[in-house]
């Protein structure tokens, strides 16, 4: 089946993650904003909602590391940075994640998506990717959602009701089997072991030879062997 994440993996997931930012020189010296010596990293930016004092000594060794003279800079003693943070309530974060989630489980649809009430965030754009389960046979799919906002990221691990197509092949079913063998295309008759929709692969045996085979639907009576 299509869109498989391992559920383990999913609930390894901390609640919230967040990746590594760094503060820049031009934070520090807004007049280099946009140049190459404004891009020198200073150390480890603070989580959202909280600041960091960078000191005027920690700047000059920055700059000594990159081979870089510090003459002709005014560099403060000490300046305090900010990383500011903006809360998301659940109907937002809902109209984000619902659209990528169903692009990640088509062709199911979520129904009612579990999500935390509120999430913090930094400030700055928002990009969502999701890796999500099959649907399990109680109708539910498992999702790893990830947040990126203003350089971090943010994991949660979601759930929600799927309603999904019934599937267009049934086991027993006898469909064509297609292989390709270098420029070579074969087809043999088979038998359907399993269920599926287009896209899924599924095992199916070769009537000929009763060898048993994976294989992805391409319609309703033909799937293709993968390799």
Known sequence: MRGVFPIALLLAFPASALAQEHITLDEV???????????????PAPPPGSSRTVRGSEVRAAL??????????AIPSATRVRRDVRR???????????????????????GEVELPDSVSL??????????ASAPSRSGRVAAAVVLASGG??????VSA???????????GARVSIIAR????????????????RVGDVIRVTNRSTRASLMAR???GDTVRVVQ
Do not use: H, K, W, Y
Not at 123 to 130: D, F, K, L, P
Not at 161 to 171: D, G, L
């Open 181 to 196: 063998f270098g420029n070579v295309t074969a087809s043999a008759p088979g038998v359907a072991m399993q269920p599926g």
């Open 122 to 131: 930094a400030t700055g754009e928002v990009s969502v990717a999701i890796e």
């Open 152 to 157: 971090r990221e943010t994991r949660l691990t």
């Open 217 to 219: 639907i391409e319609s």
């Open 88 to 110: 998301i309530a659940r109907s937002e974060l809902e109209a984000l994640v619902r659209p990528r989630l169903d692009e990640a489980i088509a062709p199911c649809r979520a």
């Open 161 to 171: 009701a799927a309603s999904c197509p019934p599937p267009i092949v049934s086991p």
């Open 29 to 43: 010296l807004p007049a280099l904003a946009g140049t190459e010596l404004g891009r020198i990293e200073l150390g």
């Open 64 to 73: 000594r590391a990159q081979g870089r003279d510090a003459r002709g800079l």
